[in-house]
DNA sequence: CCGGATGTTCACCT
DNA sequence: GAGGTGAACATCCG
């Protein structure tokens, strides 16, 4: 998915239905509901109006006058409002237009609709989502609560970074991309790190996370090109090391991350 | 044909 | 409880 940037992207399309009523929910697919049956979501949704948009990680939250609901988007799940996306491009996302992908859709009274298309179903929809179970939104979160997440756990650096309930909205590529800016080894004990390294590390973060969202994505990297065999390290020259850290597969840079 | 991919969850181990 | 692994979801791409 969509990481947090992405998620960013379709909440601000999502606002342009805030001030809109449902009246009619399209849930075809019981698996992508969570929670609650397909019938449920339907049965509370109808009739309820739209109130805000918000976002944690990359959970789309949208309040209603009802309960709110939850939409997560997998690996490739889109959003379209009123048949136009929010990205037109998503890596490993067909630009097919398959109607059989809309696992969920909200049409409004006066017209216009919001769709959630996936066609692997990675993602989901659920009422009143858990969201304490995410941990702060990594646009937010403070060097203190950083320092705190990484000393209580001797796991590696990057797997610390991508435990959702953690810090919310980091995925495989964007923690990629911030390690190598901030010259850190993904495998490094996360609770090894000085507090030079962790504030160093937000700062990185947060601009990394400004710089890809003017880009226009995860996939706009600088690493990104050099995610192969035989990748080079565009800052130093060094042949870029793989690993799977945190059951994700990882590219660094063995010469300057450590 | 095979393997892997911006993700999450769950079962099953150690 | 923590933490690791592999499977599952379904499609596309190299």
Redesign the pocket.
């Known amino acids: 998915?969509?990481?947090l940037i992405?998620v960013e992207t379709y909440r601000a399309l999502a606002d342009e239905v805030v001030g809109r009523t449902v009246s009619e929910v399209h849930a075809p697919d019981d698996?992508f509901v969570k929670g609650s049956t397909a019938e449920e979501v339907v049965a509370t949704m109808t009739g309820e109006s739209i109130l805000a948009t918000r976002r944690r990680?990359?959970l789309l939250l949208m309040d209603t006058t009802g309960p709110t609901l939850g939409l997560?988007f997998?690996?490739t799940g889109r959003l379209l409002v009123d048949g136009a996306a929010a990205i037109s491009k998503?890596?490993?996302?067909?630009d097919?237009n398959d109607p059989?992908?809309d696992r969920f859709a909200l049409r409004f009274v006066g017209g216009g609709d919001l769709v959630l298309r996936d066609?692997?179903?990675?993602g989901g929809v659920e009422l009143d989502p858990q969201e304490d179970a995410l941990g702060i939104d990594a646009t937010t979160v403070s060097a203190q609560q950083l320092a705190a997440v990484l000393a209580s756990?001797?796991?590696?650096l990057k797997?610390r970074l991508?435990d959702?309930a953690r810090v919310a909205g980091l995925?495989?590529?964007l923690v990629d991309e911030t390690l190598w800016r901030a010259g850190l080894d993904p495998q490094r004990a996360s609770d090894e790190l000085t507090v030079a390294e962790v504030k160093s590390l937000r700062r990185t973060m947060r601009s990394t996370i400004r710089a890809l969202t003017r880009r226009g994505?995860?996939?706009t990297g600088d690493l990104q090109s050099e995610?192969r065999p035989g990748g080079i390290c565009p800052k130093d020259g060094a042949g870029l090391a793989t690993a799977?850290v945190?059951?994700?597969?990882t590219w660094f840079c063995p010469a300057h991350q450590h």
């Open positions: 998915m969509p990481e992405e698996w990680g990359k997560r997998g690996m998503l890596e490993y996302s067909s097919r059989a992908w066609p692997r179903r990675l756990s001797a796991r590696p797997a991508l959702q995925g495989n590529l994505g995860s996939h995610r799977k945190g059951g994700r597969t």
